[in-house]
């Protein structure tokens, strides 16, 4: 019964914004996290940003810390991602991902269920 669905993908030139948006369903909120992911051709999936929907605690990669802000809307099972001064490296499709009990929020196997992708192309 759970699902996790992302959209909100499209191409933006270098230095545009985008907003990813996760909805997530079937799940109950103790202990849940919901984190993005992204991953560019021939490249391992990391881990973008997570946020922790028990008590708002929030986590970003070093490479998109200060352009990326991660946020909740709990009224909408939602969760968003607002990406902002986007560079050609960002280029990737972007996963939700929702999990329990994370010990370690950027890795992948940490996660139990997974949206099926938004591409995000950014280039002039």
């Known amino acids: 019964?759970?699902?996790v669905v992302e959209s909100g993908g499209g191409l933006v030139q270098p230095g545009g914004s985008l907003r990813l948006s996760c909805t997530a369903s079937g799940f109950?909120?103790?202990?849940?996290?919901?984190?993005?992911f992204r991953q560019a051709p021939g490249k391992e999936r990391e881990g973008v940003s997570c946020i922790s929907i028990s008590d708002g605690s929030t986590y970003y990669a070093d490479s998109v810390k200060g352009r990326f802000t991660i946020s909740g809307d709990n009224a909408k099972s939602t969760v968003y991602l607002?990406?902002?001064s986007l560079k050609p490296e960002d280029t990737a499709v972007y996963y939700c991902a929702s999990g329990y009990g994370l010990r370690y929020w950027n890795v992948v196997?940490?996660?139990d269920y997974w949206g099926q992708g938004t591409q995000v192309t950014?280039?002039?």
């Open 1 to 3: 019964q759970v699902q």
């Open 28 to 36: 109950t909120l103790d202990y849940h996290y919901i984190g993005w």
């Open 82 to 84: 607002q990406m902002n």
């Open 109 to 111: 196997s940490e996660y």
């Open 122 to 124: 950014v280039s002039s």
